[in-house]
């Protein structure tokens, strides 16, 4: 496979207004840094620099090109490098790179890049990067070739750190180039390479917008810039902005966009079909579940929030990714899943809880996928999931040093992840969920990236938009050719295979609104959400202050804009009036409405959501006659339900405390030694011996401090134990400590994990719920506040699919919308039942059982009416496994767990509605039961 390079038209504009502003700049091979201003003034006196909707220009050296994550800044500037050789004679180059990731991404793009290049200019790149070698010799630092070499295009690739560090030895000034310039070695390498003239690059500007970096450069820092005398061409998507106090007042001098050439804002990009559309799923109704434990002198607080939150969304990225790998799969691309955690150990430490449990969901759903219809290549394709050893060959992580890492399996799918992006995007290689630390930032991306998980919260210095740009690219086929609108054809199905699905917890639940509010600020389309600046206003359109103010009037008259000049409608609609028209040219002359649309709307027709919440508005109807047959069975199960614990054996639990206390101490007491010996007949490492070591060092502690220990891990846990309860284990633990047994410390951290197990395990057993008062209609989502059927309910609180078959009769809903292939021939089938009547069934929209390791949704509820008049409420989920073995055989422990706890939900409400002649049944329903058979064995019993 081959990444297939088309030349793009926003990339060829770009690269023509630099060489229009270059081209009076030009003296002998060399940019003339002092005509560069009058040239910039010149240029957007023109039509291509009229349309740039930044014109500050600066006598600083540089030029800015602002383009949007995915859009092939690194092309960009690539094929510019091959323009400047060609039409100017330029050859030597230096591009400076923030990052690691970044580095290695430019480099890839080199290589990848050659043969295309090669073919247009007959020519390729002369890479070269400082030595890594530890060697104060200076041709180790830079190969002389850089300098000696005539007639190729040199370029240099340069960590920023590597010159902003002053002990640096690029820095240093006792190098010498073999002759080269002066025999003195009074100039540093970097001095050295400065004399070149090269044109500089610089890749993602607001990595590197400090003084340390920018003092190189720009001679108002620096009247010693060592590069001040030399172009620096700065791509970005974005631009650092000074800081300001409450008055308004810069706190910063950080160099701003400005000197520009083009720009392709966020906005832009996506109108003109260049980056994939974003779809978000937030929890925001995602609350941490507390639970009253009610026990002799006990009363502890759980709250379970952070493992189950996770687990949630490591699950949601699973579906995300499954409901389109098939899709893609058949048009040749193939899927990869990006997830951003939290600590390194969460993936590679003993016990590595993202790790775990992604694989435990993956093989669930995996299992779930391959009992479906799907096509025989797909199931081929999931098929190779598996190692030889039956160890999951679908995930890898990169983190911040794993250059270093001497594990194989580990740098096998480093290598992948950051050097070899054409195995990644194979589909004869598995890997294709993808873990990192934030080590995955800015300048690393690959096409093919359709979810992106954010399970580690961010600092509030990564903006949304940064988040969000690994996945923005657009997605290539196993024939290495982007998928474009072009090359797809059909609007709907380029964003049906261009879409990137981002999720992210209750804490970011403001996700899309603050991702919508960044791409608004930073756009210079004037858009709905769009705020209209007077300084942009009046700079785009020429004009005074007072024929900003009028204009700005009119928006507000015709209703294009608020108070605060926010923009509430669509800018090329109301051009369509003639009236607003008229009123436009009446302040900015004849065709003064046109100079509206050409100075800030596009001429695009995409219409499409730039970012859509997953949970889409779309409605289903509902049944009103089903409905209200149905209300009642509904306001019973939504009574407000606490659960509680009741009947724990707080002397057990105690003892069992104390227990794990005291082998933890005794733990303390000695370590293992153990020896490994390579055998190479066997050509293994084994194990030769395993040595004892008591531990002696340290003071041993008093009982007072063991009792401060215990406190401090009472309070610091979530599980806030109650006093009396430590005040018990205390004395039980000080009870069977022997003397010489004390220890000199306590690892509380391992203490906290083994104790909240224990804790948990015994709350799993004690589990009750008591109900509350009525059910208050006020927000539900079936009846309005009179308790009257609504009109439709949301279709994505019911499923993610919508089904093609009509539902059966007394079905609730006009339309069958599901999740799985079981829930949806429910949905279709008319239930006869002997000496009982269907009155209405239907799927149970976001209906939630609190239980200890997170709710549980069952997923249909059936009201029966028996021949005799009494009513049965049935409630059940459809599981996808042909009998009871198959379940226990398959189905997780946690799966096991909110079943039982379901039962104990709905024996509560039986004892609840006793008296009103209602029976309350709750089963799980496997795939070949059908509802009589269920019903008649569990009356039976």
């Known amino acids: 496979m081959e990444i297939v390079f088309n030349k793009q038209t926003h990339q060829q504009n770009a690269i023509e207004n630099i060489m229009e502003i270059l081209a009076p700049c030009m003296k002998d091979e060399k940019v003339e840094i002092s005509k560069l201003e009058s040239s910039l003034r010149e240029f957007q006196k023109r039509e291509n620099g009229a349309k740039i909707p930044v014109k500050t220009i600066t006598k600083h050296n540089n030029i800015d090109v602002l383009m949007e994550t995915g859009t092939g800044k690194t092309y960009t500037y690539l094929e510019m490098i091959f323009e400047l050789n060609k039409r100017f004679n330029c050859e030597k180059f230096v591009i400076f790179l923030p990052r690691t990731s970044i580095l290695e991404s430019v480099r890839q793009n080199i290589k990848l890049s050659a043969k295309h290049f090669g073919s247009i200019y007959g020519k390729q790149i002369a890479l070269y990067e400082k030595s890594v070698s530890k060697s104060k010799k200076s041709s180790n630092i830079i190969s002389s070739g850089y300098f000696n070499n005539k007639g190729e295009i040199s370029v240099l690739l340069l960590m920023a750190q590597s010159i902003k560090n002053e002990k640096n030895l690029l820095n240093k000034s006792n190098e010498r180039f073999m002759g080269l310039f002066d025999e003195s070695g009074a100039n540093s390498v970097l001095a050295n390479i400065a004399k070149l003239k090269p044109i500089c690059v610089l890749d993602e500007p607001h990595l590197l917008s400090g003084d340390a970096f920018l003092s190189k450069f720009i001679r108002a820092k620096n009247d010693k810039a060592e590069f001040g005398d030399c172009l620096l061409v700065r791509f970005g998507a974005t631009f650092k902005k000074p800081s300001v106090d409450k008055k308004g007042v810069k706190k910063d001098d950080v160099l701003e966009l400005s000197n520009v050439a083009y720009t392709l804002d966020s906005k832009m990009a996506f109108k003109e079909y260049l980056v994939k559309q974003i779809s978000v799923t937030s929890y925001k109704n995602m609350q941490k579940t507390k639970s009253s434990i009610v026990g002799k002198n006990l009363d502890i607080n759980t709250d379970v929030r952070d493992k189950n939150a996770l687990s949630t969304m490591i699950e949601t990225a699973i579906i995300r990714h499954f409901e389109k790998e098939e899709i893609l799969f058949k048009n040749g691309i193939k899927a990869l899943s990006l997830f951003f955690i ?444 009179k308790g009257e059927p609504k009109e439709s309910v949301k279709k994505a609180v019911l499923g993610k699919f919508e089904s093609d078959k009509k539902p059966a009769e007394k079905y609730m809903y006009e339309k069958i919308i599901y999740d799985s292939n079981i829930e949806n021939e429910v949905s279709q089938m008319d239930e006869k039942l002997k000496s009982a009547e269907v009155r209405v069934f239907a799927k149970l929209p976001n209906f939630r059982i609190p239980t200890p390791v997170g709710d549980y949704l069952p997923d249909f509820a059936y009201v029966i009416k028996k021949a005799s008049g009494e009513q049965i409420f049935f409630v059940s989920e459809t599981k996808g496994y042909d009998d009871e073995v198959a379940f226990d055989n398959s189905a997780g422990q946690r799966e096991k767990v909110k079943i039982d706890c379901a039962r104990k939900f709905f024996d509560s409400l039986a004892n609840e509605l006793k008296g009103k002649n209602i029976k309350v049944i709750y089963k799980k329903r496997l795939n070949k039961q059908n509802l009589n058979d269920i019903l008649k064995s569990t009356l039976a019993k």
């Not at 050509?683 to 531990?695: F, G």
Request: with cysteine; charged share 35%; hydrophobic share 35%.
């Open 342 to 785: 939290e600590n390194i150990a969460d993936f590679r430490g003993d016990e590595p809880f993202v790790k775990i449990e992604f694989e435990r969901l993956y093989k669930q759903k995996r299992d779930e996928i391959l009992t479906s219809d799907i096509s025989a290549e797909y199931r081929e394709y999931l098929a190779r999931d598996f190692d030889e050893d039956g160890e999951l060959k679908v995930l890898g992580g990169y983190f911040s040093g794993d250059g270093k890492t001497t594990d194989e399996s580990e740098k096998i799918a480093v290598d992948m992840i950051l050097k070899d992006k054409i195995k990644l995007l194979s589909l004869d290689e598995p890997l294709r969920f993808l873990f990192s630390v934030w080590a995955l930032q800015e300048g690393w991306d690959n096409p093919n990236i359709f979810t992106l998980t954010k399970l580690a919260k961010t600092n509030s210095e990564i903006s949304a938009r940064q988040q969000v740009g690994r996945g923005l690219r657009l997605c290539v086929n196993n024939k290495g050719a982007r998928v474009t609108k072009d090359f797809v054809g059909d609007e709907n199905k380029f964003y049906e295979l261009n879409c990137l699905d981002v999720v992210v917890g209750a804490d970011e639940s403001d996700f899309i609104e603050r991702l919508q509010k960044e791409i608004n600020e930073s756009s210079y389309m004037l858009d709905i959400g769009v705020v209209i600046k007077d300084d942009d206003l009046r700079a785009r359109l020429e004009i005074n202050s007072k024929e900003t103010r009028d204009i700005l009037n009119i928006f507000y008259d015709f209703e294009v804009i608020d108070d605060n000049n926010k923009i509430t409608k669509p800018l090329d609609e109301i051009l369509e009036n003639t009236e607003f028209c008229a009123k436009i040219d009446e302040i900015l002359g004849k065709g003064g409405a046109n100079k509206l649309r050409n100075a800030f709307v596009s001429s695009s027709t995409n219409k499409h959501a730039q970012v859509k919440s997953a949970t889409s508005d779309e409605k289903i109807k509902i049944r009103a006659t089903l409905a209200r047959e149905f209300k009642e069975l509904w306001q019973s199960i939504n009574k407000h339900a606490n659960m509680i614990y009741t009947q724990i054996d707080e002397e057990k639990l105690i003892n069992e405390s104390a227990r794990l206390f005291c082998d933890e101490i005794r733990e303390q007491k000695s370590i293992s030694v153990i020896k490994w010996t390579y055998n190479p007949k066997t050509d293994e490492i084994e194990n030769t011996s395993t040595e004892t070591i008591e531990q002696r060092q340290g003071q041993i502690l008093s009982k007072e401090r063991i009792k401060e220990q215990i406190l401090e891990f009472a309070k610091n846990q979530k599980l806030s134990l109650p006093v009396v309860f430590c005040t018990k284990l205390i004395n039980k633990i000080l009870k069977d400590i022997k003397d010489e047994n004390m220890p000199r410390e306590l690892n509380i951290s391992n203490l906290s994990v083994k104790i909240a197990e224990l804790i948990n395990r015994h709350l799993l057993t004690s589990v009750s719920y008591e109900f509350g008062a009525e059910y208050d209609f006020s927000n539900d989502l079936l009846f309005d506040s």
